[in-house]
């Protein structure tokens, strides 16, 4: 079983950065794949980041790719993302999400196996 918390959300302005964290608890955190999520009002949650159990493989959706970068750190069971140049298209509620067994499907919501309860990200403009 793990626990999922994300924090670091808020409101910032155009243009600025966030970096959210996500605290897992449970010893097996480090065998877990980790991804992170958003869901804007009335839209279908999108897939942002991937990142493998050992943090060599990363995938991201293409409206965050070269803006997010998904880091994890085991010792601290936590995994990150650094959002930059963000913008008001990026408003929404973010989430982090752990994979058990890769699947070879990274991108869907499906394969999650266990779900944060989402923080807050509101980007003035």
């Known amino acids: 079983q793990v626990q999922l918390v994300e924090s670091g959300g808020g409101l910032v302005q155009a243009g600025g950065s966030l970096k959210l964290s996500c605290a897992a608890s449970?010893?097996?955190?480090?065998?877990?794949?980790m991804g992170w999520f958003r869901q804007a009002p009335g839209k279908e949650r999108e897939f942002l980041a991937f990142i493998s159990w050992s943090g060599g493989i990363t995938y991201y959706g293409d409206s965050v790719k070269g803006r997010f970068t998904i880091s994890r750190d085991n010792a601290k069971n936590t995994v990150y993302l650094q959002m930059n140049s963000l913008k008001s298209e990026d408003t929404a509620v973010y989430y982090c999400?752990?994979?058990?067994?890769?699947?070879?499907?990274?991108?869907?919501?499906?394969?999650?196996?266990?779900w944060g309860q989402g923080t807050q990200v509101t980007v003035s403009s």
């Open positions: 449970g010893r097996t955190f480090s065998s877990f794949h």
């Open positions: 999400a752990a994979q058990r067994t890769y699947s070879g499907n990274y991108y869907s919501v499906t394969p999650y196996d266990y």
